[in-house]
């Protein structure tokens, strides 16, 4: 793997074939839609496609930012926006990736599971900055309550975002930068 230093700009609904141009490493910003979505609410889309419902989003193409944000201070969309940790959400993920989820954004390390899910339906995972919500806040321009109004920080939000930064961790080949990072600079 090579490294690349080199900025991309990515349209949210992404097309598959343009995660599959990803690589983990890539510096990308994000414009467009995406949707924040955390445990209360990936439990209620589970119980929900367990029973045969619709989901409240149509996962083709979309990417979710595991993200709860505190409340918005006057004249702003949304308040401080970091990313949570995303293991919280592995035992649902991979049915997600399978309706067509191009991508995750959050941080940390996926499970094996999260990762074949992710090679197999051509999805990429994304870390933003832990610590850095404030600033990660500045490229949401508009956020609305979608569905699950009731759990609060963590209801689905549909976020209208621009020059959102994140690199990509895992690519759809299943390229690890936790992992070849941890290799190049011999970290446990």
Same mark, same amino acid.
Do not use: W
């Given at each position: 793997?090579?490294?690349?230093?080199?900025?991309?700009?990515?349209?949210?609904?992404?097309?598959?074939?343009?995660?599959?141009?990803?690589?983990?490493?890539?510096?990308?910003?994000?414009?467009?839609?995406?949707?924040?979505?955390?445990?209360?609410?990936?439990?209620?889309?589970?119980?929900?496609?367990?029973?045969?419902?619709?989901?409240?989003?149509?996962?083709?193409?979309?990417? +979710?930012?595991? =993200?709860?944000?505190?409340? /918005?201070?006057?004249?702003?969309? $949304? @308040?401080? !926006? *970091?990313?949570?940790?995303?293991?919280?959400?592995?035992?649902?993920?991979?049915?997600?990736?399978?309706?067509?989820?191009?991508?995750?954004?959050?941080?940390?390390?996926?499970?094996?599971?999260? +990762?074949?899910? =992710?090679?197999?339906?051509? /999805?990429?995972?994304?870390?933003? $900055? @832990?610590? !850095? *919500?404030?600033?990660?806040?500045?490229?949401?321009?508009?956020?609305?309550?979608?569905?699950?109004?009731?759990?609060?920080?963590?209801?689905?939000?549909?976020?209208?975002?621009?020059?959102?930064?994140?690199?990509?961790?895992?690519?759809?080949?299943?390229?690890?930068?936790?992992?070849?990072?941890?290799?190049?600079?011999?970290?446990?």
């Amino acid at each position: 793997m090579e490294d690349n230093n080199m900025d991309i700009e990515i349209q949210a609904p992404v097309d598959k074939n343009k995660m599959k141009e990803l690589k983990a490493g890539d510096m990308v910003y994000i414009t467009g839609t995406i949707y924040t979505a955390r445990d209360a609410a990936h439990k209620r889309m589970s119980e929900a496609l367990a029973k045969g419902e619709k989901l409240p989003i149509d996962m083709e193409g979309n990417l +979710i930012y595991y =993200m709860g944000p505190s409340p /918005a201070r006057e004249g702003r969309p $949304i @308040g401080s !926006a *970091g990313p949570t940790t995303a293991s919280r959400m592995d035992k649902y993920a991979p049915a997600l990736l399978d309706l067509g989820l191009s991508g995750m954004i959050g941080k940390g390390k996926r499970s094996k599971e999260v +990762i074949d899910a =992710m090679v197999k339906n051509d /999805a990429v995972y994304f870390a933003a $900055i @832990g610590g !850095a *919500g404030a600033l990660l806040s500045k490229a949401i321009i508009q956020s609305e309550v979608i569905a699950y109004d009731d759990l609060g920080t963590e209801a689905i939000r549909k976020l209208k975002v621009e020059r959102f930064p994140a690199i990509v961790v895992i690519d759809s080949m299943g390229n690890n930068l936790y992992e070849t990072a941890g290799e190049k600079y011999n970290l446990d």
